[in-house]
């Protein structure tokens, strides 16, 4: 299993980004999957979640600002990322749980990306 996240760059604050996480070795269509940030020297994060029948779950520091989406045919997760802050900067790791479960937990998923990094400039 092999989750793959990319899509991540410089970009100045208010502007946008996608990242997309392709996923491979096993379908995910129905199990939650998420994006999680990570600062240098800071805990890893939880930002956004999608359980396996659509709903979503946001940090509340992205709330309106973010939006996560899946599509399944393609065993695809994405994360559009509107009126990005400096704060916003971090490397976002996509993650997937193999229980039909929601978390919005870190240890709850068990498979992880390699993490694309975003950067916010003021």
């Known amino acids: 299993v092999q989750l793959q996240a990319y899509g991540g760059g410089l970009v100045q604050a208010g502007g946008s980004l996608r990242l997309t996480c392709a996923a ?17 020297g800071k805990e ?7 359980w396996g029948g659509g709903s979503t779950y946001y940090a509340d520091s992205v709330k309106g600002r973010f939006t996560i989406s899946r599509d399944n045919a393609e065993n695809t997760l994405y994360l559009q990322m509107n009126s990005l802050k400096p704060e916003d900067t971090a490397v976002y790791y996509c ?5 039909d479960s929601p978390s919005i937990t870190l240890r709850d998923y068990n498979y992880w990306g390699q993490g694309t990094l975003v950067t916010v400039s003021s």
Do not use: H, K, L, N
């Not at 491979?24 to 240098?40: C, D, E, K, L």
């Not at 890893?44 to 999608?50: L, P, T, Y």
């Open 24 to 40: 491979s070795g096993r379908t995910f269509s129905s199990y939650p999957m998420g994006w999680f940030r990570q600062v240098p």
């Open 44 to 50: 890893r994060e939880f930002v956004a979640a999608i």
């Open 95 to 99: 993650a997937a749980r193999d229980r």
